[in-house]
């Protein structure tokens, strides 16, 4: 009944983790035999003023804060106040399907005939994008018209991006690859693009 636990659960058994550690880390976050996982979102603004999201889950909101603190004081970032960058986002659900051709525009169809609110495709990937609470129900329905989705996520996409040169990118890389790779820290959203 909970979706994202659902999600979760899928990408769990998809990276073929055992049934007991999935077991394990669901008790744990609710709390079972040990101190309950907190969700927690960080709104950011890094070099150049270009807007972070930063989602965690941690079981100690001072040690998530302080490791995220000290990374963005070495790197030119600063925490922002609630609201001051999560308008410049918008949540979607996303699903990831591999497609090309004339398989792609069936797909497409399908998609916008299961309520997909937009579709993009790179190669032979196709992202369907849909209102994050209607997301297992596009799915469902593409999966009965015969697709299956590679990957499927809930996520946070800007809604316009600022183009920075390859210096500031390199900064704004290295930044977002120091924050993923924090413990607590499970999914980093930006708006830059580098030209």
């Not at 949540?91 to 792609?104: D, K, N, Q, V």
């Amino acid at each position: 009944m909970n979706f994202q636990l659902r999600i979760a659960m899928d990408q769990a058994r998809a990276a073929n983790m055992p049934n007991d550690n999935i077991k394990r880390a669901i008790d744990r976050a609710t709390g079972i035999g040990a101190s309950a996982i907190e969700n927690m979102m960080f709104e950011v603004y890094g070099p150049e003023g270009i807007a972070f999201l930063i989602e965690c889950a941690t079981d100690n909101h001072n040690r998530a804060s302080g490791e995220i603190r000290a990374i963005l004081n070495r790197h030119g970032g600063k925490l922002a106040e609630a609201g001051a960058v999560a308008y410049l986002f918008k949540h979607r659900g996303l699903l990831i399907f591999s497609a090309a051709g004339a398989e792609a525009e069936e797909l497409e169809l399908a998609a916008i005939e299961a309520g997909a609110e937009d579709i993009s495709q790179e190669e032979d990937k196709v992202f369907v994008y849909t209102n994050p609470k209607e997301l297992d129900q596009v799915r469902r329905v593409l999966v009965d018209g015969g697709y299956a989705a590679e990957e499927m996520e809930l996520t946070w996409e800007p809604t316009a991006t600022i183009q920075v040169n390859a210096e500031t990118g390199d900064k704004l890389i290295k930044l977002s690859e120091l924050l993923e790779e924090l413990d607590d820290v499970t999914h980093v959203y930006s708006n830059f693009d580098i030209s």
